[in-house]
């Protein structure tokens, strides 16, 4: 089945650092998402990507999909204390069920202030 | 808007116990689904609906029962509860599409059981 992974699993920044995710599907995807989960919250959308090689920003952050629509990333500029959490990336599959989406196992970011 | 509610927010089961996880949405969203999180497993599919009446199988669906009567409620059911099901639960529910895929998702249940 489809898989979804994400690297690395955890990384601890000084304040003002600059801080990436990865984000890798075995199979192409239709779209991915971008979650953030805040420690002891739930999962809150942050953007979704449909288009190969599509790149949206949102303030400090940078979303990019791939060309070949099977890998994503999330850049983080001059990080804050309120960027903690856990960011997960999330594709559903082209090819397969129109509605399950596979999660990758998160990346842990923690801030040294 | 309530958005997507969950109840309880914390359990405690003995092994052997049954229990119904309840959703409830009032954004009248056609795709539910729960998910379960461990640590370093991530998000992990149990079942979804794609609407009232529809339900099928993710990705760890053993142990677990759901089903949809309405559009808004979507619990979720651990007939015979085992140490291996401790985490913590999560509802979710979108829009169907492309364009609107995006998962709202529930405060969460956080499930132990001994």
């Known amino acids: 089945g489809q898989q979804v992974m994400q690297i690395p699993q955890y990384q601890h920044v000084q304040e003002g650092e600059d801080f990436t995710t990865y984000c890798n599907s075995s199979?192409?995807?239709?779209?991915i998402q971008w979650y953030k989960q805040r420690p002891g919250g739930h999962p809150v959308f942050l953007i979704q990507l449909v288009k190969s090689g599509e790149v949206k920003k949102q303030k400090r952050l940078t979303f990019q999909f791939g060309e070949a629509k099977k890998n994503s990333s999330l850049h983080i500029t001059a990080t804050q204390t309120t960027d903690v959490g856990t960011y997960f990336c999330a594709g559903r599959d082209s090819g397969g069920s129109n509605y399950k989406l596979t999660f990758g196992k998160g990346t842990l970011l923690t801030v040294n202030p | 808007n309530a958005g997507v509610t969950q109840t309880p927010k914390f359990q405690v089961l003995k092994t052997g116990q049954s229990m119904t996880l309840q959703c409830a949405q009032d954004?009248?969203?056609?795709?539910m689904s729960w998910y379960r999180q461990d640590p370093g497993m991530g998000l992990r599919l149990i079942h979804y609906?794609?609407?009232?009446?529809?339900?099928d199988q993710g990705e760890v669906p053993n142990g677990y029962n759901v089903s949809r009567s309405t559009t808004e409620d979507f619990p979720l059911r651990l007939l015979s509860a085992a140490p291996s099901q401790t985490s913590v639960y999560f509802c979710a529910s979108s829009f169907p599409g492309l364009a609107t895929d995006t998962q709202y998702f529930g405060p969460g249940t956080r499930l132990t059981v001994l």
């Open positions: 609906s794609v609407g009232a009446g529809i339900t």
């Open positions: 199979t192409t995807l239709s779209n």
């Open positions: 954004m009248n969203h056609e795709y």
